[in-house]
Every structure is written in structure tokens, then in C-alpha cells.
């Protein structure tokens, strides 16, 4: 099992509650992250990654509760996605109104995933809300799954790196719609 300190959970938790841009390990990538609702962080992610805004972002949550907010949920979406709460299945669920458009880009839903690595579940639980989340590489680029290639691919940017080790995933986790169930990715 990946291990991480808490006191670099809490110190990367006290980066994203100033702002900053974070990179962790995910299921299967390093992922890039910060606060969902801080709209700088968020344009500050997009413009590092080269991601354009229409595109949306994935959210990542310690638990379902964490997103409930977030989401339009009915009982056959929960029950669809429930069995992968957590887990490496990221779900296009429909957004709530008040979603900011940076997080679902030129969509009406948003990426969704409870994650089941430990230190990004830790990241999420200690910091009591979901984070963005997603993949640590420059858009045309390959996703980074380690850390050196990681530090060498931002060097010189303000980026907080939690060091931890990616989990077994292959590939990035695959993306269903939690509606149809039709699988995006």
C-alpha cells in the first residue's frame, strides 16, 4: 500500500486551502489537483496542464457525500455507481445548476470518482471536499506514473507534490455514463 505521512497530507491540505496546485498519486497516474470551488486554482491547473476549459475537469472524492453537492442523483444512478464507491470507475453523473463552468466545461455533467488510493482518499477526507482531478501531464503528453519524470516535467512551476506510489491500475480509470451506462473511456 502506498504510504504518505500525515503531516504531508496535512501540509499539501494547507497548499490547497491557499490555492495552490497539487500533484499525488492516483490508481494508476499521477493526477494534478486542487479546490474544486476556487476558481483561480482551477484556471491555474488548466493553463499548467494546457487543457482547454470546454473539456471539464473529474472530481475525486473520500466518499459518495463528498460529491452529493455537486450532483443530480436519482436512485437507478446511485445504484448504478454504488458498487464501484470506492474504485477506479470514473462516472459522468449530471451536474447541479450551480456548478462552475471551469469543473464541467461545455457539458451539464460532471466526471465523478470515489477514489480508492489511500493517500488520494486522504487528501479528500482531510480536506473534507472533493479535489480536481487529473492527469499530471502537459495534454499532448503521456501520463507521468512517476515521480522523477513528474518533478522533471514541472520543474520551476509552484506545484505542491505529495511523493507516494501509483497504484497497480494499467491505465487510467475507465469513465461510464451513470445514466446509460454506455462506457466513454
Keep these: 500500500m502506498p504510504y ?38 482551477v484556471m491555474s ?21 463528498q460529491l452529493r453537492p455537486y450532483l443530480v442523483l436519482n436512485q437507478a444512478i446511485i445504484e448504478r455507481i454504488t458498487p464501484t464507491c470506492p474504485g477506479p470507475v470514473t462516472w459522468v453523473i449530471p451536474a447541479q445548476p450551480w456548478v462552475p463552468k471551469c469543473l464541467t466545461g461545455e457539458h451539464q455533467s460532471l466526471a465523478v470518482r470515489v477514489t480508492n488510493h489511500p493517500i488520494a482518499r486522504a487528501l479528500c477526507a482531510q480536506f473534507g471536499s472533493p479535489l480536481v482531478s487529473t492527469s499530471a501531464n502537459p495534454t499532448t503528453r503521456p501520463a507521468i506514473k512517476d515521480s522523477r519524470k513528474l518533478l522533471k516535467t514541472f520543474a520551476g512551476s509552484d506545484i505542491f507534490i505529495v511523493h507516494g506510489k501509483v497504484g497497480e491500475l494499467g491505465q487510467e480509470t475507465a469513465i461510464y455514463d451513470a445514466a446509460s451506462g454506455k462506457r466513454f473511456r
Design 45 to 65: 491547473l488548466l493553463a499548467i496542464k494546457q487543457r482547454p476549459v470546454e473539456k471539464g475537469l473529474i472530481l475525486i472524492a473520500s466518499s459518495l457525500e
Design 4 to 41: 504518505c505521512s500525515g503531516f504531508k497530507i496535512k501540509n499539501a491540505v494547507r497548499h490547497i486551502k491557499t490555492g495552490a496546485v497539487i500533484a499525488y498519486p492516483t490508481e494508476a497516474v499521477y493526477g494534478l489537483g486542487c479546490d474544486p470551488l476556487n476558481e483561480t486554482a
